[in-house]
């Protein structure tokens, strides 16, 4: 089973960025593609970014040309780099392994972001 350690989660201004990281454990990371996905209060999880274990992106039209993900397979880690943040990406910040709508591990604590002025 894969474990999910996600941080850099913080309270920013509009405008600001953040850059979040995502540690994970076991052989599936380099198998497969991950994802960040965030969850608001009162809304479902939905996916936000993701990118194949060959490099490929896909964006969230909410977040396109203002969050980049990148991952190091190297050590197990994905980022998300987001840039002039929004009120409406005020979420907690998750990661996992998915294919499709299938998710791989076990969900973690995620990480909250707050923007507000």
């Known amino acids: 089973q894969v474990q999910l350690v996600e941080s850099g989660g913080g309270l920013v201004q509009p405008g600001g960025s953040l850059r979040l990281s995502c540690v994970a454990s076991g052989s599936i990371f380099r198998l497969n593609a991950m994802g960040w996905y965030r969850q608001a209060p009162g809304k479902q999880r939905e996916l936000v970014a993701g990118?194949?274990?060959?490099?490929?992106?896909n964006y969230a039209d909410s977040v396109k040309g203002r969050f980049t993900i990148s991952r190091d397979n190297a050590k197990n880690t994905v980022y998300l780099q987001m840039n002039s943040l929004k009120p409406e990406d005020t979420a907690v910040y998750y990661c996992?392994?998915?294919?499709?709508?299938?998710?791989?591990?076990?969900w973690g604590q995620g990480t909250q972001v707050t923007v507000s002025s």
């Open positions: 996992n392994a998915y294919s499709g709508r299938i998710t791989f591990g076990s």
């Open positions: 990118i194949t274990n060959g490099g490929s992106t």
